[in-house]
């Protein structure tokens, strides 16, 4: 019996290593290997600074070199992204909440809507928005026929009566193009929570905020744990917006890793600056995670 136990379990192991290797495989050969040869050229040297060749030799300076360089880029990056991925989650979250439990029979047409902009490309949308902003698009238009060019110049929402150009309009960029990311996965988590636990959290508590805070909220949390991680990292890489809808001023990180490595050839400091981003957002991701309570998430 021991003999046939035995067996059975290590055929039951091979079965679960045969499953496991196809997602192993692509792991190894499109991540690791890539972020192996990636550190490799992130402690390299580039002697021709007009080729793109570069020399193995475990130049770790790189890597401070490209945070002495670009800690501006790193600090508007994360502050855009940040302020990007709060906006989401203050338009998100009500949007999914409507959805889950307000929408009844309209809640598919209503889904529909918040995935139709997505039918397009992302370059596309942000060009769309270059329109609206720009010096002729209706934004400014609006705001000259009231009269508000100058109150707008005040607060700093506009530079010389524009929207492009301004931190505002990369952060509304952002916030336009990934909050679809941030409604779904809280929608999903909404929408799991029974029925009958929401009529007792109602019986339970007076205020219907009580019953917020206290039940949905928590039960809520992995949505919102997971639409951040897919709002967040995105934006704080992202180059489009800035570059379209930006200026020199708000450049972010990604635009320099994309200067680096398609401009300058000068592979082993993008390289270095990648590794660099990563690093931190990684660091970032596993803090929220133990913050917010959803460890488990992470690992």
């Not at 770790?60 to 994360?78: E, K, P």
């Not at 929207?163 to 309009?169: C, D, E, N, V, Y």
């Not at 379209?244 to 708000?250: D, I, Q, S, W």
Request: with cysteine.
């Amino acid at each position: 019996m021991a003999g046939t136990s035995n067996t059975s379990l290590r055929k039951g192991r091979k079965g679960t290593y045969a499953l496991l290797s196809p997602g192993l495989l692509w792991l190894i050969l499109f991540f690791l290997v890539p972020m192996g040869t990636l550190l490799k050229i992130a402690l390299s040297t580039k002697p021709d600074p007009w080729l793109p060749n570069y020399t193995f030799d475990w130049r770790w300076s790189n890597f401070s070199d490209a945070v002495s360089r670009f800690d501006t880029q790193l600090y508007r990056s994360f502050g855009y992204a940040a302020i990007a991925t709060v906006l989401c989650i203050a338009i998100g979250y009500p949007l999914a909440y409507f959805l889950a439990f307000r929408a009844g029979k309209w809640r598919s047409v209503l889904l529909g809507l918040v995935m139709v902009p997505f039918f397009t490309s992302f370059l596309i949308r942000t060009l769309a928005w270059k329109t609206i902003l720009g010096r002729q698009g209706p934004t400014i238009w609006f705001i000259r026929e009231l009269h508000l060019t100058g109150v707008t110049d005040f607060l700093h929402l506009t530079s010389n009566g524009a929207f492009l150009g301004t931190p505002q309009a990369v952060i509304g960029g952002l916030t336009y193009n990934f909050v679809a990311f941030m409604i779904l996965p809280i929608y999903v988590s909404l929408e799991k929570i029974d029925i009958n636990l929401l009529d007792a959290a109602r019986d339970l508590y007076d205020v219907p905020a009580n019953a917020f805070r206290k039940i949905i909220l928590p039960l809520s949390l992995p949505g919102v744990f997971a639409g951040t991680l897919l709002t967040f990292i995105p934006a704080a890489g992202d180059y489009i917006n800035a570059n379209l809808l930006g200026n020199a001023n708000t450049s972010m990180i990604g635009s320099q890793i994309d200067k680096l490595f398609l401009s300058e050839s000068n592979y082993p400091a993008a390289a270095a600056l990648s590794f660099i981003f990563m690093a931190i957002i990684t660091a970032g991701v596993l803090l929220y995670a133990k913050v917010l309570g959803t460890e488990e998430l992470a690992a």
